[in-house]
């Protein structure tokens, strides 16, 4: 009999987890194979060449193009600072001489005589890729980074925006269903991962971002609030370059939607560890959710087995989420899958599986409206 295969996420206690960590442009390796890192090390190193910055001298000592490779005081590949004299002009008999002095700092790159600008080249900036997994590195990759493993909860989301963020995980809700709002969220929450339970209030993430929150994590946000807090519609497909002061993850949609209870207990027994968090989604081609990832002790892992992992195969007793209405939202396992067509309301025909869903109603979907939920 074939197998039926759908997309889904992960949410599950222990997996071998490896992060693939690599500079933008060719840089340094600071770490070998063996090493054991931590979430906020910095495994590679490089600099982006700095800002070109343009600065029209003819314009501003008001002289003809060709004449301002003679009035240089510096000359190309020499540092400037600001305050820097630049350039002057001879003047009418050694009198009325007009000094240009540097408003920038880098490099003189270039003198034209042609345009009469100079160019003057930014310093360096540096860039540094941390290890986000805390583990082991087990790959150098030479001049661009390296691979980290460890075992780790890991949790993925539906939905993010922010970009690596670290801290402690909090809970702020009691209950998965809970609404996470302004009261909840306190001063000794700063630098901490909160996790509230159903719906996250725009109020909730302004409060977080006033505490110098790390991360918000939560079940589902309104879009509205979203837009508020970006200041702008949100249309792009990736996300995780956004600069709001807080990184945040819903897991499991917008709107009114309480967190899987099996996702909040989970994290709820993971309370005080440290966490790493990337709110980076994207959202077409190359799907790419957002994700917890919660390093294990040595002591967990000796009393905690990794399951078997089995990717998107729909199978009796599989975990699977809804993502279309009526039943957007439910949470429950897979009770068969009749091999036969389907006739759905719309009157057209699609493969369909039987749900049991909480309160033990067992509802039939298309395999289309269902995701996976690998434990």
Avoid: W
Avoid at 271 to 295: F, W, Y
Wanted: net charge negative.
């Amino acid at each position: 009999m074939a197998h039926a295969y759908t997309p889904g996420l992960k949410v599950t206690r222990r997996i071998r987890h490896r992060a693939r960590r690599v500079l933008p442009i060719a840089g340094d390796v600071l770490v070998k194979v063996g090493d054991q890192v931590s979430a906020r090390d910095v495994v590679a190193q490089t600099f982006m060449p700095g800002d070109v910055i343009p600065v029209n001298l003819s314009n501003i000592l008001s002289l003809p193009p060709a004449d301002v490779p003679e009035c240089m005081l510096k000359k190309e590949g020499e540092t400037i600072t600001v305050g820097d004299p630049v350039a002057r002009t001879k003047g009418i008999f050694g009198l009325f001489k007009n000094e240009y002095k540097s408003k920038v700092a880098g490099t003189l790159e270039s003198i034209s005589g042609t345009t009469g600008q100079l160019i003057v080249r930014g310093d360096p900036i540096p860039v540094q890729v941390k290890a986000f997994l805390s583990g082991e590195v087990v790959e150098v990759i030479p001049g661009q980074g390296v691979v980290i493993e460890a075992d780790v909860t890991f949790v993925q989301g539906i939905f993010g925006i922010g970009g690596e963020a670290f801290g402690p995980i909090r809970m702020a809700c009691a209950k998965h269903d809970e609404e996470l709002d302004t009261a909840l969220i306190t001063p000794d929450m700063k630098e901490a991962v909160i996790v509230g339970g159903a719906r996250m209030t725009g109020a909730a993430v302004r409060e977080a971002i006033k505490v110098g929150a790390a991360a918000v994590v939560s079940g589902g946000m309104d879009d509205q609030d979203l837009r508020d807090i970006l200041g702008y519609d949100l249309g792009v497909a990736i996300t995780g370059s956004e600069k709001i002061g807080v990184t945040l993850i819903i897991t499991e949609g917008f709107g009114e939607i309480a967190m899987a209870e099996r996702t909040f207990e989970l994290l709820t027994s993971r309370e005080g560890d440290l966490a790493a968090v990337n709110g980076a989604t994207q959202i077409r081609a190359g799907v790419m959710r957002p994700e917890i990832v919660i390093p294990l002790s040595e002591q967990e892992k000796q009393e905690e087995t990794e399951p078997e992992h089995t990717v998107g195969l729909l199978q009796p007793g599989a975990a699977v989420r809804i993502i279309r209405d009526p039943h957007f939202g439910q949470i429950g396992t897979v009770a068969a899958l009749p091999p036969e067509l389907t006739v759905l309301g719309s009157e057209s025909k699609a493969r369909v599986l039987d749900v049991k869903i909480p309160g033990g109603q067992t509802v039939t979907v298309p395999r289309a409206n269902v995701e996976m939920i690998e434990e």
